[in-house]
Structures are given as structure tokens and as C-alpha cells.
């Protein structure tokens, strides 16, 4: 369809301008209230002084996650989508030149969260990276494969819940890697800080990667 | 926009339908994972003898909620949507003619798990039943509008987790009143039962008032 052509166009163009600024850029998808921004917020924290983040926001409607970020110290931008349940790359284009790029090799872009659209909307990102909660159903990823076979990491969140919500974690795992295969697999929880010093490890090994 | 004319023309024709047979009609919505599938499989349950139901239940991919929702013992249809993230008046008059609807009087419709788009296109239902689970922040209503504003119902779900989620239910309260002052509100865990008893006699109400 036109609209997807136009749109991975303008991808190549923002992943070319990322290159140019060498940013890491990260596409952070999931459901709605899976724990989007309370990772990014607790994780961009640690990730200091090797990665300096930015911080690019969708959502349709106030400014609430955009003010949680804040809290981080990182730079934010927030795109309000109005009805629009995705991100596009022209949004996030347009959203770069408000941004304050200097001193940054990290960019962070919270998606809209929807576990469908937005698994067709390249931004022109690096690393796709999809969460899913222990509180969602472990069939999430059968049951929504177009956006888990786009990730190149899916991050378990809310660990500390998954006693009180029987999760199980073989059965989890066995369907991610049943539609992801290649796709890293980190288990956290941003209220205990459980796999975030592991997540900053393999950032600064992408870094590396790819200077 | 023409698709949604077309829709909103076959979602009459649909409402026609239901009327002639008696059918009282719910459209469940809600985020990926907040509990409808397990909510109408405890429920429908309950409302026997007064309430019959037949239940279409629209996926993306795989038969996971038909074959736990035939638990219930009612009839099942299922719609696969692949990539399309919300059900349309056209799908679900089609699945009608694979529901055997003799003796039936009540017709539930699982939406696909999107807290964006089917807000958009009417079914042809008589009420618009949105789910928010109480692990899911409770800020949504205010960032997803269009979803709640639509709603007739709004049911919180795992009220067994909300200690151990720490959620905030005099804050949950208001954002939904905010969004959606006319929406009656439940409070409910399929887990326990909570608040399954007071749903069964809010339907019965509904089916009375329509005859
Ligand atoms: N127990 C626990 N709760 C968490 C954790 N992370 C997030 N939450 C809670 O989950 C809810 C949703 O978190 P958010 O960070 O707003 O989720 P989100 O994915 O950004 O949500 P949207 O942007 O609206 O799609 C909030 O009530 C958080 O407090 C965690 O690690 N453990
Ligand atoms: N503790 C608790 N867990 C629940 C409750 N209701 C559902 N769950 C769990 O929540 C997860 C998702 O439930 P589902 O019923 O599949 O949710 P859904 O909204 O139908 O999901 P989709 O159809 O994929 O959008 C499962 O692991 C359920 O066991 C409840 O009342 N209490
Ligand atoms: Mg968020
Ligand atoms: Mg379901
Ligand atoms: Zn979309
Ligand atoms: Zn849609």
C-alpha cells in the first residue's frame, strides 16, 4: 500500500540522519500499561555516563507519560497522536527538530500502545523492542504474532508480580521463541531493578557493535 | 471517511437483525491480555437459565480464546482477523450465519485486544462493554479517550491483584467518571467471583428493559 511505501521511506531517511549523529535508536512497543514508561524511566537512569538518552513519546491523548520521563533527566519530545493508534516516521522526523540532539548517543521512542499497528510502521530504528507483561497471558505472542516476529528483543516486565499472577515462565518463553527465534529475551522488574543491570550490559554492547 | 459509511451502514442492518431475533448484544473491548476471554467464560456461566448466549470472538491469529470460551458450554464462531486489529459490522454479520442461534437471547462479541481502533466501528451491539484490568495503570481512560468515551460499561477485572499492584482505585474511579460519566461501573474478579452476581442482574435488567 502507498502509505507504508511513503512511510519506509521516510525511515531510511531518519536512519540515515541517526547514522549521521551516531544514535542508537530504540522502539519501545507493547500493549497498553505493559510498563513502557516505567522501564524506560528506571533503566535510563543506569545507563549513564557510556549512554546519554533521549526521549521521543506517543500517545494519543495527554501528557502524563511524557512528565513521568522527565523524571529521568533525559530530554523528551511527545507526539500526540490524537486518534492515530500508531507512530509514523514522518511524525518522528518532525519530532527530531524539537529535539535537543547534542551530547546524546541514545535516542528511546515509546510507542503507542497497541500490539498491532505499529508492528508496520518502521521509524527508521535500530532495535525493535517489544514488551510484554507477566500480568497479559503467557499467549500473547501466538495470539499477536506480526509484532513479535518484528522484535529483535522482547522484555518480560512486572516480574515481581508473577507469583501472585501463577505466570508461567516456561510457557512464556517456549511461545516467544516460538515466534521470535532469534529475539534476546530479558526478564525485569522496574520495581526491583531485576534485570536492569543485565539490559544496560547489552546496550553498551550494541554501542560498540556498531561504531 | 467511505469505510466507515459502509460500516456503519451494516452495523444497522446487524442491529435489525438482532432485534428481529431477540437478541440483546454486547461488544467487549479492552487492551490486550485485561481478562475479556476468561470475564465471558466465568460469567456466561452464571446467567443461566434466563440468559442464553452465543459468543463470536475475533483474533489476529490462533484459536486459544474459541476453544476456552466453548468452556462455557455456550456455541462459539470465531473470526481470524490476521493482520485487520478490530472487528467490522461485515465480519460479524457473516459469522452470524455460522451461529446457530435457536433459543439464544443473548449475543457476546470478544473484540480483538486493541484499546485504539474498534472504538471506532460499531457492531450493530446494544452496549459497549470496556475492560480495564487493575495491572494496567490507572491512567488509562485519560490517555485512550475514544475507547472509554464509547463505553456503556466499564468492568475492572483482577480486583484480586489490586493489592499486590497497588492500585489506586479512588483515582481509577475518577479518571473513568472523567472520561465517561454516564458508564455504569463493576468492580470484578473472574478469579474470585467478585462482582459477577451484580453483572448478572444488571443484564437481566437490560434484557427486561428492552422487551
Ligand atoms: N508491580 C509492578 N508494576 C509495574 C512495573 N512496571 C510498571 N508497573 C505498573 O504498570 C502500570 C502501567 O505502567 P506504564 O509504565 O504506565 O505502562 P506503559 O506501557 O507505559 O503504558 P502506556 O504508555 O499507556 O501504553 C502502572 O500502574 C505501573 O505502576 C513493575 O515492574 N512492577
Ligand atoms: N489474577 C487474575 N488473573 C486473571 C483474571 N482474569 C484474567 N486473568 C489472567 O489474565 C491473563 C489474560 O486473560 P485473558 O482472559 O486471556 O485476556 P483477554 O483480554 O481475553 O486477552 P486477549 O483476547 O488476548 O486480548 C491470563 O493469564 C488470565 O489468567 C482475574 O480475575 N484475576
Ligand atoms: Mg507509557
Ligand atoms: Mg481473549
Ligand atoms: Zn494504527
Ligand atoms: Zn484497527
Redesign the interface.
Known amino acids: 500500500r502507498a502509505i507504508l511505501e511513503k512511510n519506509d521511506r521516510l525511515a531510511e531517511r531518519n536512519r540515515g540522519f541517526f547514522r549521521a549523529r551516531g544514535l542508537l535508536v530504540l522502539n519501545f512497543l507493547s500493549?497498553?500499561?505493559s510498563g513502557k514508561t516505567t522501564f524506560i524511566r528506571e533503566s535510563v537512569r543506569k545507563l549513564a555516563p557510556e549512554l546519554k538518552a533521549g526521549i521521543i513519546v506517543g500517545?494519543?491523548?495527554?501528557d502524563?507519560?511524557a512528565q513521568r520521563l522527565r523524571e529521568s533527566g533525559a530530554p523528551v519530545v511527545q507526539i500526540t497522536t490524537g486518534?492515530v493508534?500508531h507512530l509514523e516516521a514522518e511524525m518522528v522526523g518532525r519530532a527530531l527538530q524539537r529535539l535537543d540532539l547534542a551530547g546524546l548517543n541514545l535516542l528511546i521512542i515509546e510507542n503507542?500502545?497497541?500490539?498491532?499497528?505499529p508492528a508496520?510502521y518502521d521509524l527508521g530504528e535500530d532495535l525493535r523492542i517489544v514488551l510484554l507483561?507477566v500480568?497479559?497471558?503467557e499467549?500473547?505472542p501466538?495470539?499477536?504474532?506480526?509484532m513479535f516476529q518484528s522484535a529483535d528483543v522482547v522484555i518480560i516486565t512486572?516480574m515481581d508480580?508473577a507469583q501472585?499472577?501463577g505466570y508461567d515462565r516456561d510457557a512464556a518463553l517456549a511461545n516467544i521463541r516460538r515466534v521470535a527465534p532469534k529475539a534476546r529475551i530479558f526478564e525485569t522488574s522496574a520495581k526491583t531493578a531485576q534485570g536492569l543491570d543485565t539490559w544496560r550490559e547489552y546496550l553498551l554492547q550494541q554501542q560498540q557493535a556498531r561504531k
Chains 1, 2 share one sequence.
Open positions: 500493549s497498553p500499561g500517545d494519543l491523548a495527554t502524563n507519560d486518534t493508534c503507542v500502545g497497541n500490539l498491532v499497528c508496520s507483561s500480568t497479559e497471558g499467549d500473547k501466538l495470539k499477536y504474532p506480526p512486572k508480580l501472585a499472577c
